[in-house]
């Protein structure tokens, strides 16, 4: 198993940047894919960016594309979210996941706290 802890979330002014992070416990997170979720009130539950184990491969929502970034450090057991350009539709709490691969990302258990994003317009 795996525990998962997001920090970096607040508010910022629209057009700023937040970086989030969400450290994991354990010795096997290097063999983690991570992905980052968000949830908006009324709205379906949001896959944001996923990275695979060894960084090589990234997805993006359209909806971030171009403005969001995501990176890990395995040394540090550590996923990480740069978020720019943010703008007021991206307010909402950003939950970490991990997961054996990408493919199973959307289905496996092991979620985040979440943390709240408010971008202020």
């Known amino acids: 198993q795996v525990q998962l802890v997001e920090s970096g979330g607040g508010l910022v002014q629209a057009g700023g940047s937040l970086r989030l992070s969400c450290a994991a416990s354990g010795r096997t997170f290097s063999t983690y894919a991570m992905g980052w979720f968000r949830q908006a009130p009324g709205k379906e539950r949001e896959l944001v960016a996923a990275i695979s184990w060894s960084g090589g491969t990234t997805y993006y929502a359209d909806s971030v594309k171009g403005r969001f970034t995501i990176s890990r450090d395995n040394a540090k057991n550590t996923v990480y979210l740069q978020m720019n350009s943010l703008k007021p539709e991206d307010t909402t709490v950003y939950y970490c996941?991990?997961?054996?691969?990408?493919?199973?990302?959307?289905?496996?258990?092991?979620w985040g706290q979440g943390t709240q994003v408010t971008v202020d317009s």
């Open positions: 996941k991990a997961a054996g691969s990408l493919a199973t990302l959307s289905s496996s258990p092991y």
